[in-house]
């Protein structure tokens, strides 16, 4: 059923309407809030990363799972980036001595973390979960793209409201069985809008569109 309150242009009628809606809706949404925060507008942000961590081979050559590092995913709101420990794992002994290692290496030393740049950040006002789409079925690759094919990670999608209302009420293109949402390469042998439907049928999956869902 189309909503009359958020029709496909609804990002420009609520930016006009932003002040008007804060009011009724909470005063933690304010204009200021919307015009301070940059990042809804933010697709191709790649910041500079302290260590040249690559997601290209680590994730595409060297296949690991993203789960391998970001352990957190599908049992948390927060994805986590990894502790130092985890890249030691493998870099006591592979390139031990390598320029490009000091930075984890000291890091290893000291217990202070390595301070990651984060890419992604959604302004405090709206409520995002990880665990909640991934063990539903959404793939990384629906808000992250081809992580795997990056060697810095860059921002794809622009993490608007009218961005997660658009899938919402038509989540179906993007629900697999939950075991495959790490495989940013898999390429269903059907339709997958009919795989979606199924499972969304099978699991009872709703995604909220009222304002409380998102804004808590
Ligand atoms: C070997 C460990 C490792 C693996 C495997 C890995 N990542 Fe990462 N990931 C990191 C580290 C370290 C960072 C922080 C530095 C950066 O942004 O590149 C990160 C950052 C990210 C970010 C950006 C987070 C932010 O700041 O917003 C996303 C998104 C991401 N990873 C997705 C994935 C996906 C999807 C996979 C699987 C295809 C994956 N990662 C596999 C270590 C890993
Ligand atoms: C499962 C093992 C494994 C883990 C875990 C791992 N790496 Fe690696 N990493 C490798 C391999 C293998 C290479 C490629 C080495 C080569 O080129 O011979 C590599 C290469 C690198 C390089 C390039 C080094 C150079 O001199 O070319 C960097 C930087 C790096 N990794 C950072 C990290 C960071 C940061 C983490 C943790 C977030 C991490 N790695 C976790 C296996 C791993
Ligand atoms: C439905 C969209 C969606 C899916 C699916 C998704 N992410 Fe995210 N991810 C986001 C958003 C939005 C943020 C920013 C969250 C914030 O700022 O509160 C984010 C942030 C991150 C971060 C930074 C740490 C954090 O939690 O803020 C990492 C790492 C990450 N995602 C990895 C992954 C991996 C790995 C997968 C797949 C297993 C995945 N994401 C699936 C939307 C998604
Ligand atoms: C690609 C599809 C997709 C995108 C994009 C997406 N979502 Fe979702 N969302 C879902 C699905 C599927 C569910 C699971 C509903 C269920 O299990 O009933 C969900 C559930 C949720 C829930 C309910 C979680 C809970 O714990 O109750 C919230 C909140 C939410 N999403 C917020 C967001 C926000 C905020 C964004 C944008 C930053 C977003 N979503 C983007 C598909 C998506
Ligand atoms: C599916 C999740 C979701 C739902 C449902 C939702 N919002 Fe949002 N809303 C967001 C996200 C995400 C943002 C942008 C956060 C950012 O820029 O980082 C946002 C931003 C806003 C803003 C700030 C202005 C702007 O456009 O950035 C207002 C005001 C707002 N929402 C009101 C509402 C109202 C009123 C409803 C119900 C009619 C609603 N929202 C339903 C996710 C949602």
Redesign the pocket.
């Known amino acids: 059923m189309p909503n009359p309150i958020f029709p496909k242009s609804a990002d420009r009628i609520l930016r006009l309407g932003a002040a008007v809606a804060a009011v009724a809706v909470a005063g933690t949404l304010g204009l200021a809030a919307y015009m301070a925060h940059p990042t809804r507008i933010d697709t191709g942000y790649t910041p500079v990363?302290p260590v040249a961590?690559s997601?290209k081979l680590?994730?595409g050559n060297l296949g690991?799972?993203?789960r391998?590092?970001?352990s957190t995913v599908e049992k948390s709101g927060y994805?986590a980036?990894?502790a130092t420990e985890?890249?030691m794992n493998c870099h006591v002994r592979v390139k031990p001595d390598s320029p490009l290692l000091q930075r984890v290496r000291e890091s290893y030393a000291t217990g202070e973390p390595v301070p990651?740049?984060?890419?992604?950040?959604l302004a405090d006002y709206a409520y995002f979960n990880h665990q909640a789409h991934v063990t539903a079925g959404v793939s990384?690759v629906s808000c992250?793209g081809r992580?795997?094919q990056m060697i810095?990670?860059k921002q794809v999608q622009p993490l608007s409201m009218a961005w997660c209302l658009e899938c919402h009420r038509n989540p179906a293109p993007h629900i697999r069985p939950p075991e495959l949402v790490?495989r940013?390469d898999w390429k269903p042998d059907r339709d997958p809008a009919e795989i979606g439907r199924e499972l969304i049928a099978a699991k009872n999956i709703h995604p909220p569109v009222n304002c409380s869902g998102c804004h808590r």
């Open positions: 990363q961590f997601h680590h994730a690991m799972d993203c391998y590092c970001h994805a980036v990894p985890v890249c990651w740049v984060k890419v992604h950040k990384c992250h992580v795997d810095e990670v790490t940013l």
